[in-house]
């Protein structure tokens, strides 16, 4: 079992950053591939990024590569989501979820989810 909690969601100007975290309680985090997802008004739940257990290998959408930085903190049992250069096309909630036995870019695959964090960019 592995509960989520996710952080550092607000409102922020078009061209600004956010730094969401994501801390994790229960055993298995630390050997759990990680991801966030995120879901506009209206809109199905999209894929962001994804990062396996060790660290070592990291995944993007399109629609942020080269913007956000996935990473982290097994010691800190934390996951983070660097979010740079954001615009208001960003604008969601931001959740965090854990995938026990690998990683990826599906959300079906991913057990337990976090009870996610808003972010609203303004232009």
């Known amino acids: 079992q592995v509960q989520l909690v996710e952080s550092g969601g607000g409102l922020v100007q078009a061209g600004d950053s956010l730094r969401l975290s994501c801390t994790a309680s229960g055993p298995t985090f630390s050997r759990s591939g990680m991801g966030w997802f995120r879901q506009a008004p209206g809109k199905e739940r999209e894929f962001v990024a994804a990062?396996?257990?060790?660290?070592?290998?990291?995944i993007y959408a399109d629609s942020v590569k080269g913007r956000f930085t996935i990473s982290r903190d097994n010691a800190k049992n934390t996951v983070y989501l660097q979010m740079n250069s954001l615009q208001p096309e960003d604008t969601a909630v931001y959740y965090c979820?854990?995938?026990?036995?690998?990683?990826?870019?599906?959300?079906?695959?991913?057990?337990?989810w976090g009870q996610g964090t808003q972010v609203t960019v303004s232009s």
């Open positions: 990062i396996t257990w060790s660290g070592s290998r990291t």
């Open positions: 979820a854990a995938h026990p036995t690998g990683w990826g870019s599906s959300s079906s695959d991913y057990r337990y």
